[in-house]
């Protein structure tokens, strides 16, 4: 599992990635509107369903340059669900901030902490290096038995 800052720095990637998507779906889908007294400019959608001309090269036919639009209540569902999940992205976000280190702790309690995880790794350093000795010592000690057994030839 990654840690913390990794954890937000991918829910931030997903975050954005999710905006650009709504912003891209809004963009594409969104019902055109009527202007009374000016020509409608939405794409026909009789026109999207037939194959276009195939300039002489059989099975292949040209994609319209624009989506059809969605439905009005179908656009209005799907923009909530969008946003919905814009906001569940949101809070996830605001969990991980609130659970990094140091948040709610004044500079001074961070400085002492630091003295704390100081004196630690001091004690864990110093029985690391004991036990490197150690470790040493027992291979030196398996080397001379090693030498012992050795048969003649």
Do not use: W
Request: aromatic share 2%.
């Amino acid at each position: 599992m990654a840690d913390r800052l990794t954890q937000l720095q991918d829910c931030l990637d997903d975050l954005l990635t999710q905006m650009y998507a709504s912003l891209s779906y809004i963009q594409n889908r969104h019902p055109y509107g009527d202007i009374p007294g000016q020509p409608s400019q939405a794409p026909d959608p009789a026109a999207a369903s037939t194959p276009a001309a195939t300039n002489g090269e059989v099975g292949r036919s040209e994609a319209p340059e624009t989506p059809l639009p969605e439905a009005p209540d179908r656009f209005q569902a799907t923009m909530h669900e969008l946003a919905r999940d814009l906001v569940l992205k949101e809070q996830q976000i605001e969990i991980l901030i609130n659970s990094l280190p140091g948040i709610g702790a004044g500079e001074a309690d961070q400085n002492q902490r630091i003295r704390e995880l100081e004196a630690e790794l001091t004690v864990v350093e110093k029985e690391r290096a004991k036990a490197e000795k150690e470790r040493e010592r027992l291979v030196d000690a398996l080397g001379q038995v090693i030498v012992g057994v050795k048969r003649p030839a």
